[in-house]
């Protein structure tokens, strides 16, 4: 069995994030998503979500593509984590194109998929504030 992991912090859940959940999961058969927490959004990406860590797990939960999702706390954890799950694939939007390549280092295919165009959380609250 092929063991894709992903990672982000999908709040207001959106197109875009299913796009790239669809093709994560077409790269294998069991699709971990590695929702980032609440304190880590804050401390770590200066993001406030919309949605609390529960919410936001429920509705990834809810997606076909999607097996298991664990909570993201640290920017470090990728490797333990692609070990502790036995990960073959780590997936990512391009966006992170380059960053993560040092998990070549522990035998696990690196994926930067495109992402999809003019769909953002900042955008929809952007596009909402300004109605
Ligand atoms: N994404 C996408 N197309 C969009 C928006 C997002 O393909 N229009 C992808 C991102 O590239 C990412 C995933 O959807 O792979 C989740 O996006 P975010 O929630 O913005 O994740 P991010 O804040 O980039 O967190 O350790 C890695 C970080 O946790 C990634």
């Not at 998503?33 to 609440?38: C, E, F, G, K």
């Not at 993001?47 to 509705?59: D, G, I, T, V």
């Not at 522990?106 to 609250?125: A, C, D, F, M, W």
């Amino acid at each position: 069995m092929k063991r894709v992991i992903t990672y982000g912090t999908y709040d207001m859940l959106h197109y875009g994030h299913i796009n790239l959940l669809k093709r994560a999961k077409e790269l294998g058969d069991y699709l971990i998503v590695a929702l980032s927490t609440d304190e880590f959004n804050w401390d770590s990406k200066q993001k406030k979500c919309y949605f609390s860590y529960e919410k936001r797990k429920q509705l990834l939960e809810a997606i076909r593509y999607v097996d298991l999702v664990i909570p993201e706390e640290s920017w470090d954890q990728k490797v333990t984590d692609v070990k502790e799950y036995h990960v073959d694939t780590f997936v990512i939007g391009d966006d992170w194109e380059g960053k993560f390549d040092f998990l070549k280092d522990e035998g696990v295919e690196v994926v930067y998929l495109p992402r999809t165009p003019e769909i953002s959380t900042t955008q929809i609250k952007k596009d909402l504030n300004a109605k």
